[in-house]
């Protein structure tokens, strides 16, 4: 890589580019619109943080503090302008048990933990590896969230009663909270076909709180859930003892927190990228979302990563660069401070219409029509990762679709390993067998079962041009069937192996390599899109 040679030079490598720039490149029209695509997304965190706290057993304002920091930070910092994190269900399920058998203030040490973690897979560039994720395990994985997020807002179809019980709405209640619901999703539909001035789903939110407000409609309203009112976050140390005891309470839950994080916010990292055409940088949201969670853990928040269904709302109302969700975060800050008792009179049905909306726009409907077209493993693996994205996590379920995926692949693979015989044009007499497919652990058995030491002749060339050596079971491999024909007094020679092979096959017997045919490629390649460079491991 090449060293700048000027003073100007070093400034241009250093400077954040355009799409880092909350303000670069902003016309007056696109900040109006990133502005209130920041205050809708606000408005649809408000319910979403309080309902995950609840989740969490935690109070109503972690969670909201949690939206607040770690939304700010990771728009400021992340890898993907247009990103929205807060607190996510998928992270809340996973503290119910360590808040509920240890307390809140361990739950502040493991988010501080969960960041470090976090930190450390964006020093040592681990994000890079979600380029593994095969597609079709991205389609269960927009179709299994948007299930989850849709079976979330069912929650908004309930009532307390007078003992604390919640029981599903009936009557007039529910018939209203479905009109509400069913007028807010035509307004988000309708509204882009008349003004494209403000953001559909806020002005669909204004016009339904409007007519709810004005009516003194009987619907459960934002202020049913929880009080808002709040004052700015305090630094605080939390108040747990610095011991390994500590440790080993909270470091299998951050690991997991951690894991689940990245998993979920790299994942949204891609599908908003493929949304808006940019590519985002995977170590950097890594580095992001740490930093972000650290500094919650020691301001009173529950932690969080990437919200798929509020970025979808983001990307659809227009925020397209940081200030969208820098306006989101503060907004929220602005609705805890002095906006509470405004805010919590917005109806509950306006909010669930929005999030219906991004249900609808975030299932991928085309993965149904092509489960007949894509081999039946690709179907198996969509409809595995919805199921198991539904009834565990999202985490589970990716881990799940990509162990598939991979089984599925060294099959397939496997059996595309083929020694083909022919007589030989230089050496009189000997026998060649050029070698096909992938040599790896999932082919290595049949490779050795390909040959007949007995009924050979003396000489045996193996052609590795059309073959690839990809792992240690590869190798041993070649010298099982080197040590057959030694012990039955042939020669074996291997011609097109790479020198890394060279060095790794010890001699086995009468073996030989042909070093003069041999190219240059490695075992294993790693290759860093960044800075261009080729490794070989």
């Known amino acids: 890589m090449t060293r700048p040679t000027t003073l100007a030079d070093f400034a241009k490598r250093i400077r954040p580019s ?12 696109q900040t109006r619109i990133e502005i209130l695509s920041g205050l809708t997304v606000a408005l649809a965190l408000v319910p979403e943080a309080v309902a995950f706290a609840f989740v969490a057993g935690v109070p109503p304002l972690v969670g909201l503090y949690a939206a607040f920091m770690v939304g700010l930070i990771t728009a400021l910092f992340g890898g993907r ?56 395990v991205m389609l269960g994985f927009v179709n299994g969230l948007a299930i989850v997020i849709f079976l979330a807002q069912m929650e908004q179809f309930k009532i307390v009663e007078a003992n604390g019980d919640k029981v599903w709405m009936t009557g007039a209640t529910l018939w209203l909270m479905l009109a509400l619901v069913g007028a807010t999703m035509a307004l988000i539909y309708l509204t882009p076909k008349v003004t494209k001035f403000i953001p559909a789903p806020l002005a669909a939110i204004g016009i339904v709180a409007g007519l709810v407000i004005g009516f003194d409609l009987p619907v459960p309203r934002v202020g049913d859930l929880a009080s808002l009112e709040g004052g700015l976050p305090k630094f605080a140390i939390p108040q747990v003892p610095m011991t390994l005891e500590t440790l080993k309470i909270i470091f299998p839950y951050a690991l997991i927190l951690a894991a ?20 985002g940088g995977a170590s950097q949201e890594c580095l992001a979302q740490g930093a972000a969670n650290v500094v919650t853990g020691f301001f009173g928040g529950m932690g969080g990563c990437a919200m798929i269904g509020q970025s979808m709302i983001n990307v659809k109302s227009g925020g397209r660069t940081r200030l969208s969700g820098i306006a989101a975060a503060l907004f929220l800050l602005a609705f805890i401070l002095y906006a509470s008792g405004i805010i919590e009179l917005i109806p509950l049905a306006a909010l669930v219409g929005v999030m219906f909306m991004v249900v609808i726009g975030t299932f991928a409907w085309q993965s149904i029509g092509i489960l007949r077209r894509v081999p039946k493993s690709d179907a198996l693996v ?33 059996a595309r390993i083929q020694a083909l015989p022919r007589p030989s044009s230089s050496e009189e007499g000997a026998l060649v067998y050029e070698i096909e497919g992938p040599l790896f652990f999932g082919s290595a058995t ?35 069937v080197a040590e057959k024909y030694e012990a039955a007094g042939k020669r074996l020679q291997l011609r097109h192996l790479t020198r890394d092979c060279h060095r790794l ?12 045919d041999d190219p240059d490629y490695r075992v294993a390649v790693d290759y860093d899109v960044k800075v261009g460079r080729m490794g070989g491991h």
Do not use: C
């Not at 994080?261 to 590519?279: P, Y």
């Open 382 to 414: 969509i409809l595995l990762v919805t199921a198991v994205t539904v009834a565990e996590d999202l985490a589970i379920a990716v881990v799940v679709g990509v162990i598939v995926s991979a089984l599925v692949y060294a099959w397939n693979a496997a």
């Open 18 to 29: 355009d799409a880092n720039s909350p303000f670069n490149g902003l016309t007056l029209s």
């Open 81 to 136: 302008p247009g990103m929205i994190s807060g607190a996510t269900g998928a992270l809340a399920v996973v503290m119910v048990a360590l808040v509920a058998d240890h307390g809140i203030q361990y739950l502040f040490a493991t988010v501080v933990l969960m960041g470090i973690l976090q930190l450390l897979a964006g020093i040592f560039r681990l994000g890079k590896f979600i380029r593994m994720v095969p597609h079709p």
């Open 446 to 480: 049949k490779f050795v079962e390909l040959f007949d030491p007995k009924n050979d002749p003396d000489l045996v060339i193996l052609d590795f041009m059309d073959s690839r050596i990809v792992d240690h079971s590869g190798l041993q491999a070649i010298e099982a």
């Open 505 to 516: 096959l010890s001699n086995a017997g009468q073996l030989m390599v042909d070093m003069d």
């Open 260 to 279: 689940i994080g990245l998993i979920e916010s790299l994942l949204t990292l891609n599908l908003v990228g493929t949304m808006t055409g940019k590519r």
